[in-house]
C-alpha cells in the first residue's frame, strides 16, 4: 500500500528535460492542426547543433575548460536567431529546446529569422570580468564558423548583457578582418546597437498585457503584480508596469523575494541591483522576506515569471493565485500545469509571445546595422508596438476561433508559418 502510493506520487509529478517538454508541447501543436507527418518529423529535429570546449587563462594562471553549445533549430524563414546564456544549469537537451522555442517564437511574431540558441555551462558569478573577456571571445571564436550576420545572430539571454556582445562583435570582426556589426544584435550604441534594445523585451511583455487587460475588459490601474527574476526582463518589466499605476508588490532573484502589500519601491530595487546587490536587501515598513517559490504563489491580479524553466509545475499550478500570467522567461511552464491553469480560467500569455519584445527589437537593430541608418527611440518602439499588438491580436483570434489557450494558438500560427516555408522550399536534394 505504501509502495503503491510511493508509485501513484512519482507517476503524477512529470520531470522531463526542457527538451522533451518542447517536444510534448509540438505532439499537441501537430495533433490540434493535424500537421503533416513529415513536417512534424522535420521540426522535431534542430538543423545543427555544435559543442565546444573553451579552455582559458585563469587570473591566478591555470587553465580551465568550460563546454559550450550553439544549436541551430530552423532556418526556414530566414537566418538563425537566439540568444547565448551563461549559467552553470546549462545543458544541450536545454539549449535545443530553447532553439526550438526561438524558430517559434520568430514565426509567430513574423520577423523573418529561423531560431538558435548558444550556452556556455559556466558560473559567470564566479569569474572576473578578464575571465569573462577571455571565455567569451574563445567561445566566439570557436562557434564563429557557424555564426555571421546572414546565417546566425546571437543576442543577450541569461547572465549575457551588452559588453558580452561587444567582445563577440570585435572577435567575430577580428575573424574575418573587417567591422561585422550585424553578426549581434544588443550591442551597445556605440558600435551599431538599436536604442530601444535593452528595454525591449520588458517592453513588450508589457505591451502584450496591455493588449490582454484590454481585451478582457479588466482594469490596468492599482493591479498587484509578482515578478520572479529581476533581470534585465523582470526589473524592466516592473518599472514600466509601475510608471502604468499597477503595484508591484512582490520580486525576487536567485537570492530569494521580497513581499510588500503596499507595493514595493521599483527603482529603489533597480538602485540596489545596480550595486551589485540582491533584491532581498530591500528593507521598509510592512516588506517581508519570501522564497522565489512562495512568490508564484503570492495573491496578486499578475504574475511574470521572468527567470528560468520549469517554474510553474503540476505541483503548484493549482495554487497559483494570479488571473494573468505573463512569461517574460522562456519556458517556465510545464505542459501539465498549462492544463492546470487553463482549467482554472487563468490567463496565460505564453513566452514565444510574451517574451517576443527582445528578438523583434533584435530584428530592428540588424536591420539597422545593414542599412547603417539608425532610428529615433520612439520608431523603434512604435514599431515593436506595432509588430507585438498585431501578433497578439492574430493568436487571440486564433484561441478564440479554436476554442485553445493562448500557447496553443500561438504555437498554431507559428507552426503553420514554419510549415508553409519547408512546403514551398521542398526538401534538398
Ligand atoms: N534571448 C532573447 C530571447 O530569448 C533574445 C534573442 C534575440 O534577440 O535574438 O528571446
Not at 522533451?20 to 529535429?45: F, T, W, Y
Not at 498554431?412 to 522550399?425: G, L, N, P, T
Request: net charge neutral; with cysteine; hydrophobic share 40%.
Amino acid at each position: 500500500m505504501v509502495l503503491k502510493t510511493a508509485e501513484n506520487k512519482m507517476q503524477s509529478h512529470v520531470e522531463r528535460n526542457p527538451w522533451q517538454m518542447a517536444m510534448v508541447q509540438l505532439d499537441s501543436v501537430a495533433a490540434k492542426m493535424k500537421l503533416d507527418p513529415g513536417i512534424k518529423k522535420k521540426i522535431a529535429h534542430c538543423k545543427r547543433a555544435l559543442i565546444v570546449s573553451i579552455p582559458i587563462r585563469m587570473d591566478d594562471g591555470s587553465i580551465e575548460v568550460f563546454e559550450g553549445y550553439r544549436v541551430q533549430h530552423n532556418v526556414e524563414r530566414g537566418p538563425a536567431k537566439g540568444g547565448i546564456r551563461y549559467h552553470p544549469d546549462v545543458t544541450l537537451e536545454e539549449v535545443k529546446a530553447l532553439a526550438f522555442w526561438m524558430t517559434l517564437k520568430c514565426a509567430v511574431m513574423g520577423v523573418p529569422y529561423g531560431g538558435a540558441k548558444g550556452g556556455v555551462r559556466v558560473n559567470p558569478k564566479e569569474l572576473s570580468i578578464g575571465e569573462l573577456e577571455r571565455l567569451t571571445r574563445r567561445f566566439t571564436s570557436e562557434i564563429s564558423i557557424i555564426i555571421g550576420p546572414e546565417k546566425d545572430i546571437p543576442a543577450p539571454d541569461v547572465y549575457t548583457n551588452p559588453q558580452t556582445m561587444a567582445w563577440m562583435m570585435d572577435t567575430y570582426s577580428m575573424v574575418v578582418g573587417y567591422s561585422a556589426p550585424g553578426v549581434v544584435t544588443g550591442k551597445p550604441i556605440e558600435i551599431g546597437g538599436s536604442l530601444g534594445r535593452n528595454e525591449a523585451t520588458g517592453r513588450g511583455v508589457v505591451y502584450v498585457i496591455q493588449n490582454a487587460f484590454k481585451q478582457l475588459g479588466w482594469n490596468l490601474k492599482d493591479s498587484r503584480v509578482a515578478v520572479q527574476g529581476f533581470g534585465n526582463a523582470g526589473s524592466i518589466c516592473a518599472k514600466l508596469l509601475s510608471d502604468l499605476g499597477l503595484k508591484v508588490i512582490a520580486v525576487s532573484d536567485s537570492k530569494g523575494g521580497v513581499h510588500c502589500d503596499k507595493g514595493l519601491d521599483v527603482s529603489k530595487l533597480n538602485q540596489i541591483k545596480a550595486k551589485g546587490g540582491s533584491v532581498t536587501e530591500y528593507t521598509g515598513n510592512g516588506v517581508t522576506r519570501i522564497t522565489n517559490e512562495e512568490l508564484l504563489e503570492t495573491k496578486c491580479d499578475v504574475l511574470v515569471p521572468a527567470a528560468l524553466e520549469n517554474q510553474i509545475t503540476e505541483e503548484n499550478a493549482r495554487r497559483v493565485q494570479a488571473k494573468l500570467i505573463a512569461e517574460a522567461a522562456n519556458g517556465p511552464t510545464t505542459p501539465e500545469a498549462d492544463k492546470i491553469l487553463y482549467d482554472r480560467e487563468v490567463f496565460v500569455l505564453p513566452d514565444i509571445l510574451a517574451n517576443a519584445g527582445g528578438v523583434t527589437v533584435s530584428y530592428l537593430e540588424w536591420v539597422q546595422d545593414i542599412q547603417a541608418y539608425f532610428w529615433k527611440e520612439e520608431d523603434v518602439n512604435r514599431r515593436l508596438q506595432d509588430i507585438m499588438d498585431k501578433a497578439f491580436q492574430t493568436v487571440y483570434e486564433v484561441s478564440k476561433k479554436e476554442r485553445v489557450d493562448m500557447r496553443l494558438a500561438a504555437q498554431m500560427v507559428a507552426v503553420s508559418r514554419i510549415a508553409k516555408a519547408i512546403q514551398i522550399r521542398g526538401i534538398f536534394p
